[in-house]
């Protein structure tokens, strides 16, 4: 079936150090979205890319979809403290309905 | 405008029991999914209702089952529980189906003893 995996799985940076997560589809996708989740809370939606190639941020964080959208990343420059938590990525599947997260990565940061 | 509302947040049951779970959507919300999260599975998909209709089901045993009522309320049912089952269940609304964002609420921590 559908796959999104994504890596790595933890990734622990000093405050200030940048990070980057990737995650890769084993089929095209139409969109991708990413959600952050903090310690103990619930996920929460980020962003959706759609087009080929595209590129969003959102303040120190930069969101790119792959050319041939099988791919996407998500990149944060010079962490904080307040950028730990789980980030995942999710193929929202419209066609079929549901949406297929990746496993997360796991961001801490040391002040 | 409320979040999505889930009850209970915490339960502990015992092996054999079944629990009912509920989630209140987003007003205005008509879909509704469910997720299992655990440490090591990471968020798996358990059903998706959308005017009461089950529009879709993940790889869960029919142990697990669902409904959503006319208000878009849904609950979600386990019977039998196995220590297996112990995970965070996470509710999540979207304003209609096929339509990408999902809001989620808080879950409901279920320990199975």
């Not at chain 1, 084993?26 to 619930?42: A, C, D, E, F, M």
């Not at chain 2, 209702?49 to 386990?78: C, I």
């Not at chain 2, 039998?80 to 304003?95: H, M, P």
Request: glycine fraction near 10%.
């Amino acid at each position: 079936g559908q796959q999104v995996m994504q890596i790595p799985q933890y990734q622990h940076v000093q405050e200030g150090e940048d990070f980057t997560t990737y995650c890769n589809s084993s089929t095209t996708l139409s969109n991708i979205q990413w959600y952050k989740q903090r310690p103990g809370g619930h996920p929460v939606f980020l962003i959706q890319l759609v087009k080929s190639g595209e590129v969003k941020k959102q303040k120190r964080l930069t969101f790119q979809f792959g050319e041939a959208k099988k791919n996407s990343s998500l990149h944060i420059t010079a962490t904080q403290t307040t950028d730990v938590g789980t980030y995942f990525c999710a193929d929202p599947n419209t066609n079929a309905g549901k949406s297929t997260f990746g496993d997360g990565t796991t961001l801490t940061v040391k002040p | 405008k409320a979040g999505v509302t889930q009850t209970p947040r915490y339960l502990i049951k015992t092996r054999g029991q079944q629990v009912t779970l509920s989630c209140s959507p987003i007003s205005g919300h008509r879909s509704v999914s469910w997720y299992q999260q655990t440490p090591g599975q990471g968020l798996q998909f358990l059903f998706e209702y959308f005017s009461e209709t089950q529009r879709n089901k993940g790889n869960f045993p029919g142990r697990f089952s669902g409904r959503q009522f006319s208000n878009s309320r849904s609950e979600m049912n386990v019977s039998t529980l196995e220590l297996g089952d112990s995970a965070l269940y996470l509710c999540a609304s979207s304003l209609d189906l096929n339509t990408g964002e999902l809001f989620f609420g808080e879950g409901s921590r279920l320990t199975v003893l």
